[in-house]
């Protein structure tokens, strides 16, 4: 009964692969999140996403791109992988107009770009 | 954008011991602050927010006060465990137009509570 699962937890590839890491909620919120935490554990939102609205953080290459093909699932695809991508990716969700704002977390996946 | 600065970045204490985590955020239209606790290779898990219409909320050993005019917020812990030990984020969030919220974090403080 996981709230928020990702896959793969681990991600080991080679710079210049097209990777995917798929994110699913059973919650049933309407809105979900992905998040890069850095080796520094600097915790960056990189994108928002419910039925009525794709919020990017304008820092973010667009080499990265979200994917929802429907309110439970929202993966992220990453082509051209690079060094500086390796980090612990974060997908969450939340409830959008419910009386609290509370983001879940997933377990994370762990990407290294070798 | 809303800019976000946690200090410290480390706090170590002793076992029952007081703990405060300060973070003063840069955007006035922020609402709403949530506190996570990320353990070791865990998510980070909420545990106490206040939105911008409340000075002060308390749960149990954790507490959180807002200062709107300053724009500051604090989490104090009290009677500190050794199972208090993880890293702290704060946050400060905004929502945007379709309902969702974009929360900046802090660069997270590093508790370590000794026994």
């Known amino acids: 009964d996981t709230a928020v699962s990702q896959t793969p937890k681990y991600l080991v590839t080679q710079m210049g692969n097209d990777k995917s890491i798929k994110c699913e909620q059973n919650l049933g919120h309407d809105t979900m999140y992905w998040y890069k935490q850095d080796s520094k554990k600097f915790l960056k939102i990189m994108f928002s996403y419910n039925n009525k609205e794709l919020i990017i953080n304008e820092t973010v290459p667009n080499r990265f791109s979200p994917k929802s093909p429907d309110k439970a699932h929202l993966n992220l695809h990453i082509n051209s992988l690079e060094l500086g991508d390796s980090a612990v990716y974060f997908c969450?969700?939340?409830?959008?107009?419910?009386?609290?704002?509370?983001?879940?977390f997933g377990p994370g996946t762990r990407l290294t770009v070798l | 954008g809303e800019n976000v600065e946690q200090h410290p970045s480390t706090l170590s204490v002793q076992e029952g011991d007081s703990a405060v985590i300060k973070c003063t955020y840069s955007?006035?239209?922020?609402?709403?602050f949530p506190w996570y606790k990320q353990e070791l290779g865990k998510r980070p898990q909420l545990i106490i927010d206040i939105r911008s219409n409340v000075g002060e909320k308390k749960d149990q050993r954790i507490a959180v006060t807002l200062n709107k005019t300053a724009k500051h917020f604090s989490l104090h812990i009290t009677e500190t465990q050794p199972e208090d030990s993880a890293v702290y984020f704060c946050?400060?969030?905004?929502?945007?137009?379709?309902?969702?919220?974009?929360?900046?974090f802090g660069r997270g403080t590093s508790l370590i509570v000794h026994p």
């Open positions: 946050a400060a969030s905004t929502h945007a137009s379709g309902g969702s919220y974009i929360p900046t």
């Open positions: 969450a969700s939340s409830l959008t107009g419910s009386n609290t704002d509370t983001q879940y």
């Open positions: 955007d006035s239209a922020s609402n709403y």
